[in-house]
């Protein structure tokens, strides 16, 4: 239904646009101005014009549909940054064409090529390039609207603002790198997760409760310390899940997202949007373990496979200690044999130093031997 009154609506345009071309040029061209003191042929020539614009409007529905259909398709944003730019094209195309257009012939020729090229210049460039206006304008905005509100944040300034989100503002770790002073720039705090953290320390369960409360209690104490900008964002993110609103706000402020929350890391890098996660932090600057070396440790339970004890590091690395079950609750030294690297972090495997260890079941044997 829509697309056939699409096509009546371009034709009927289309016929009044050249009836009202045809008529107005009966005194511009010598050819009308001649047909125009004969009625009849006059009449003639208008309705051919009015045919001729209709068979165009015709002519031009395949075209305007596909493109509402590609615009239907287009984010919106997307549509006004085009449009934008396309403005600012023929803007600037209008300003050189008052140098050029007083050229004989050539200058009304090169006046239109200009204002083809430089509008399709202005929206394909300002289309491929909205996330930067974006972030420039977000900013600017930001900042100006910051200064209205109470407690709002305002623009950062002095390195690339750092989003934090909830999972990491429990973690407690972030207050010890930022006390390090590794990290420049703003921290921001969107007041949503302030009001997911209000939420999970009201929890009935406790062990809820509890991280809720140490992570107010992490913020409070990064903002005594010296020299660490902490800025509350209460500014309106829009709609959606909170992970959705703190991609928003990256992308608006050009800053950088700081978690642990593997399923926003990944969200994250298929949008662009930059992340430092706590965890491939801590991977990164643990000590290097090499096949071979030596260490002492305690094993504390036992382990997946029999005969095998677990000790950990004072980083949280797990240790599997192969045949290390008979020394459960003892401390003493183990041999590397391997490292192992996963997502969830470093696991390394070793065995007791000295001569060919025993499991378990040779240790049994022995006792019941007579």
Request: charged residues 20%; glycine residues 12%.
């Amino acid at each position: 239904m829509f697309r056939r009154s699409l096509r009546l609506i371009l034709t009927g345009v289309g016929v009044l646009a050249g009836f009202s071309l045809t008529f107005f040029g009966l005194d511009q061209v010598p050819f009308f101005g001649a047909v125009s003191d004969n009625t009849l042929l006059m009449v003639v020539v208008l309705l051919l014009g009015s045919a001729l614009g209709g068979l165009i409007g015709f002519i031009l529905h395949p075209i305007v549909n596909w493109m509402e259909g590609r615009l239907s398709k287009t984010p919106l944003l997307d549509i006004i940054f085009g449009a934008a730019g396309l403005i600012v094209g023929l803007i600037i195309a209008t300003l050189l064409s008052l140098a050029i257009r007083e050229v004989q012939w050539l200058g009304p020729l090169m006046a239109a090529l200009g204002a083809l090229v430089f509008g399709y210049l202005g929206m394909t460039i300002a289309a491929r390039k909205r996330e930067e206006l974006e972030s420039f304008l977000g900013a600017v905005l930001a900042g100006r609207r910051g200064t209205r509100n109470s407690g709002s944040a305002p623009a950062p300034v002095g390195g690339i603002p750092k989003i934090l989100d909830t999972s990491v503002i429990i973690d407690g770790r972030i207050a010890d790198i930022v006390r390090t002073g590794f990290l420049e720039g703003p921290l921001i705090i969107p007041s949503v997760v302030l009001e997911e953290l209000q939420h999970i320390a009201d929890s009935s369960d406790v062990l809820k409760r509890n991280r809720g409360r140490r992570g107010l209690d992490i913020l409070a104490q990064m903002q005594k310390e010296k020299g660490v900008q902490v800025q509350i964002y209460e500014e309106d993110l829009g709609e959606g899940e909170v992970d959705t609103k703190l991609l928003r706000l990256a992308k608006t402020l050009g800053g950088k997202i700081i978690t642990n929350d593997y399923n926003l890391n990944k969200v994250a890098e298929l949008q662009g949007v930059p992340v430092l996660n706590i965890n491939e932090l801590a991977n990164a600057v643990k000590p290097a373990v090499l096949p071979g070396e030596e260490m002492t440790v305690t094993i504390i339970k036992d382990g997946k496979e029999p005969g095998q004890g677990v000790a950990y590091l004072d980083d949280g690395t797990m240790i599997v200690v192969d045949g290390g079950r008979r020394y459960m609750g003892e401390t003493i030294t183990v041999l590397v044999t391997s490292v192992l690297q996963t997502s969830a972090g470093r696991m390394i495997f070793a065995r007791p130093r000295g001569g060919e260890h025993r499991g378990d079941r040779g240790a049994e044997r022995e006792r019941v031997a007579p």
